[in-house]
């Protein structure tokens, strides 16, 4: 079993970065392709991009030019480097592993991290 442990989460203001780690313990993220999730207040959960084990990219169009995934499989850790961050990217922000980088709904993930919170101040 593995688990997700997200940090790097904070208030940042409108057009600032932020970069948010993923750790994995328990097994090794090497074998999963990574999603990265937000969930805004009363609403569902958002794909936000997506890494596959060796380096492919997804992103939702929404972030896409903004938001950067990578991983360092030799630490079992992910990031979601942001940048020019806008209120509505407020949101708890969550990693997942899953079986493909193409896939982008909550369902087809296996395993969650308990999200970190990002706040962008207008």
């Known amino acids: 079993q593995v688990q997700l442990e997200e940090s790097g989460g904070g208030l940042v203001q409108a057009g600032g970065s932020l970069r948010l780690s993923c750790a994995g313990s328990g097994r090794t993220l090497s074998t999963y392709a990574m999603g990265w999730f937000r969930r805004a207040p009363g609403k569902e959960h958002e794909f936000v991009g997506a890494i596959s084990w060796r380096g492919n990219t997804n992103y939702a169009d929404s972030v896409k030019g903004r938001f950067t995934i990578s991983r360092d499989n030799a630490k079992n850790t992910v990031y979601l480097q942001m940048s020019s961050l806008k209120p509505e990217g407020t949101a708890g922000y969550y990693c997942?592993?899953?079986?493909?980088?193409?896939?982008?709904?909550?369902?087809?993930?296996?395993?969650w991290g308990q999200g970190t919170q990002v706040t962008v101040s207008s």
């Open positions: 997942a592993a899953g079986r493909s980088y193409h896939y982008t709904k909550k369902y087809e993930h296996e395993h």
